[in-house]
């Protein structure tokens, strides 16, 4: 009889989960710098709300053009492929913004950002499955939110503070030779299953799929109710947290509550602070009720209540609109769940694809909602400019925000209809 194999020790899971997770980090830096870069950006190319909405999604175009094709490739080839490449080309882009003269190179720029970093959360969540024990999924998932959301804290006021001492083109430039550092890392380092190393799996061998196989498994999702109702939910719960957070928030604290630039940035680090904690926190109580639909339910009620303070009552004192925010920002990381519960909804021959399906509905809200936002700010705009930026008043920015709340309402409603999976697997049979 053969010896049954150990699992692998946890430092070596850890080590490579630490890698992946530097590259998700990263990618999520250079996704929010143009909340931060707001005024460098609408200066250096000027641009209008519209199009500075426009340059930020291109981004979230290529982020969520990828995440089918990411899905279905974690299935076919494993994450460390994805990670080596996503990485370079992430690189590449953020050294092309650096030099970036036009609002065209710009947005190829923002285009190859987003299609590199497109690769990073799916391919280490897959790596985080193969290498630590199911019992542990929904934690991980929260702890690598959390490492990754550290990237969008640093690109807030760090950002600011080192734009100012070395130029913001310096600093996305360090970022670029950084990532592909990270590439060559992920490319010595990184093994796909404990199986690689002569270890014990936790997740059962995949069979590789044919091409006809591959394209029936992204028809099979859609056979399961809840692959479309987690597809639009986190377009509200999460998507107006990250339009808020990487773009349109950093204006409406400093044109509406006139806060300095300085200010309003560690407030924005600070709902990312929370957000990243209500990612670990929904995640580990997830697990721990393995229950999905009431952390995530939780989470949305709370984004609806923060959010629509912005609408109701965007000049409440200050103190009261700081906890209102941090409150949906906590409330907005129980996304993390939609994870577990979207691999959990397929069979596992699919966890993968349904995994690019769903952060495909991630992305899709901050996709539409960047430049929707912005497009709206600009049709009630009454005209001001300050130094060739435009300034909106209150009215712009309730109606902006009024949008916001409204998807996140419809997100809401989707996570309640959606059906629990008390965190098991899911027989493989239609229904």
Not at 141 to 152: E, M, V
Not at 284 to 311: E, H, I, Q
Not at 322 to 335: K, Q
Request: one cysteine or more; a positive charge.
């Amino acid at each position: 009889m053969p010896a049954v194999l150990r699992y692998p020790p946890l430092r070596l899971a850890l080590a490579f989960w630490g890698i992946a997770a530097a590259a998700y980090m990263v990618g999520f830096f250079l996704r929010v710098t143009p909340g931060v870069l707001n005024t460098d950006l609408m200066r250096d190319f000027h641009l209008n709300a519209a199009q500075l909405g426009n340059l930020a999604s291109f981004y979230f175009y290529f982020y969520a053009a990828s995440q089918i094709p990411t899905g279905i490739a974690n299935d076919r080839f494993g994450p460390k492929v994805l990670i080596v490449a996503g990485q370079a080309i992430t690189g590449l882009g953020a050294l092309l913004f650096a030099v970036a003269g036009s609002f065209e190179s710009a947005a190829v720029a923002r285009a190859l950002i987003g299609l590199g970093h497109g690769v990073a959360w799916v391919s280490l969540l897959e790596l985080s499955a193969a290498w630590f024990a199911p019992r542990m999924f929904g934690t991980m998932s929260g702890l690598s939110l959390a490492l990754g959301t550290l990237g969008a804290v640093l690109a807030q006021a760090p950002l600011l503070i080192l734009s100012h001492s070395f130029g913001w083109r310096w600093v996305l430039g360090a970022v670029g030779v950084l990532c592909l550092g990270l590439s060559l890392l992920a490319l010595l380092r990184i093994r796909n299953r404990p199986e690689d190393l002569g270890f014990g799996g936790y997740l059962p061998v995949r069979k590789t799929q044919t091409l006809g196989e591959v394209g029936r498994g992204l028809g099979a999702v859609w056979h399961y109710r809840n692959t479309a109702l987690l597809f639009v939910a986190p377009g509200g719960v999460c998507g107006a947290f990250l339009t808020f957070t990487t773009l349109w928030g950093m204006p409406f604290l400093v044109q509406q509550r006139h806060m300095p630039a300085g200010q309003a940035s560690w407030m924005i680090a600070a709902m990312l602070v929370a957000f990243s904690f209500g990612g670990v926190l929904w995640g580990r109580v997830s697990d721990m009720l393995r229950r999905r639909k009431l952390p995530y339910l939780f989470g949305g009620v709370m984004m609806l209540a923060g959010f629509g303070m912005l609408v109701a009552w965007p000049q409440a004192p200050w103190p009261l609109l700081f906890v209102a925010l941090l409150l949906a920002s906590v409330g907005s990381g129980g996304m993390v769940v939609g994870f577990a519960w979207a691999k959990e909804s397929v069979p596992q021959q699919l966890a993968g694809t349904a995994s690019g399906v769903h952060n495909t509905g991630v992305m899709l809200g901050a996709l539409v909602q960047l430049p929707l936002l912005g497009w709206v700010l600009d049709r009630f705009w009454t005209g001001q400019q300050a130094g060739g930026v435009r300034l909106y008043d209150g009215e712009a920015f309730q109606a902006a925000n009024g949008v916001l709340l409204a998807w996140i309402a419809v997100s809401v409603l989707c996570v309640l209809l959606a059906r629990e999976t008390h965190a098991k697997l899911l027989p493989g049979v239609v229904s």
